[in-house]
């Protein structure tokens, strides 16, 4: 029975579940605040940033237990927490708007939210660069521009005369880095 609830560390395997666990919470926490952007477009700092942290929480997990058992266990803790929580967001809009966030509007009526921009830590030049993507020279004709949740970037064109909005497209958030133009 012993060498069913401890590993070869001697850490127990219910220590484990509690250590994962709340790495698990607290990960998803301090990356839901991190703010949107794709996986696809996170920047080389955000990438090293991922790996260290992943690294830096190893211990966290398992106690220093480099055991196989201890390894698995983590992993599938990991696995299972994350189905929970993606079955328990599928039934509660509120736990849906905390892990992922709501669309924030960065352009309403040709008017720049200044605000949204500062929230979101997006720069005027990204977002220059989102609407020149959408073929958009002119913010006024931007009825409404929307960071989606998923770090994509809908615009919504007035018709010619700036009328009513006609046009719905959808484009990936790129940023840009001053680094990344030489």
């Known amino acids: 029975m012993h060498s069913m609830l401890?590993?070869?560390?001697?850490?127990?395997l219910l220590e484990i579940v509690i250590r994962t666990s709340a790495?698990?919470?607290?990960?998803?926490?301090?990356?839901?605040?991190?703010?949107?952007?794709?996986?696809?477009?996170?920047?080389?700092?955000?990438?090293?940033?991922?790996?260290?942290?992943?690294?830096?929480v190893q211990n966290a997990m398992t106690g220093g237990d480099n055991s196989l058992t201890g390894g698995l266990l983590s992993a599938g803790?990991?696995?299972?927490?994350?189905?929970?929580?993606?079955?328990?967001?599928?039934?509660?809009?509120r736990l849906q708007r905390f892990v992922e966030g709501v669309p924030t509007v960065l352009i309403s009526r040709g008017t720049v939210q200044e605000a949204a921009l500062a929230h979101e830590r997006m720069t005027?030049?990204?977002?220059?660069?989102?609407?020149r993507q959408h073929e958009v020279a002119d913010l006024g004709q931007v009825e409404m521009a929307v960071?989606?949740?998923?770090?994509?970037?809908?615009?919504?064109?007035?018709?010619?005369?700036?009328?009513?909005?006609?046009?719905?497209?959808?484009?990936?958030l790129v940023h840009h880095h001053k680094a990344d133009d030489g």
């Open 6 to 12: 401890h590993t070869d560390a001697g850490h127990g």
């Open 124 to 131: 005027r030049d990204e977002l220059d660069a989102a609407l």
């Open 23 to 56: 790495v698990y919470f607290c990960l998803l926490l301090g990356l839901r605040l991190s703010g949107k952007r794709e996986i696809g477009q996170i920047t080389p700092f955000d990438l090293a940033v991922l790996l260290l942290i992943s690294n830096a």
């Open 77 to 93: 803790v990991l696995l299972a927490l994350n189905a929970l929580v993606a079955g328990i967001r599928m039934r509660s809009p």
């Open 147 to 172: 960071l989606e949740i998923d770090g994509s970037i809908s615009v919504v064109r007035r018709d010619p005369d700036g009328a009513v909005p006609v046009v719905h497209t959808r484009k990936k």
